[in-house]
């Protein structure tokens, strides 16, 4: 299994910053991606950004050019750095985990309990 504690949120003013953290616990080499994804009142949960193991990234339109995902391997910790923070990025950000595992390979998902953002305007 693969656990993730996620960090960071808060209460910003619009044209703020913030920094979401992302530690993971367990089958740690065996996580392929780990992302970000967000859901604001009334909406469905969207992918916000991306890092694999290979370090490619992939981030949303709506966050290109404001948000920056990294990771710091000797600690499976990845990170989010909002810049440029509107209101409209309001929602609760959770962490997830995709990892592959075992013979025959078995694949998992996990997510972390979510952490509020909230964009004053």
């Known amino acids: 299994q693969v656990q993730l504690v996620e960090s960071g949120g808060g209460l910003v003013q619009a044209g703020g910053s913030l ?9 740690t080499s065996s996580i392929v991606v780990m992302g970000w994804h967000r859901q604001a009142p ?3 949960r969207e992918l916000v950004a991306s890092i694999s193991s290979s ?22 910790t990845v990170f989010l ?3 440029s923070l509107k209101p409209e ?11 592959v595992y075992g013979l025959p390979p078995r694949t998992l998902d996990a ?10 305007s």
């Open 55 to 76: 370090n490619t990234t992939n981030y949303a339109d709506a966050v290109k050019g404001r948000f920056t995902i990294s990771r710091d391997i000797p600690k499976n």
């Open 19 to 27: 920094r979401l953290s992302c530690a993971a616990s367990g089958l």
């Open 111 to 120: 997510w972390g309990q979510g952490t509020q953002v909230t964009v004053s």
């Open 81 to 83: 750095q909002m810049s």
């Open 42 to 44: 009334g909406k469905q």
């Open 89 to 99: 990025d309001t929602a609760v950000y959770y962490c997830h985990a995709f990892a």
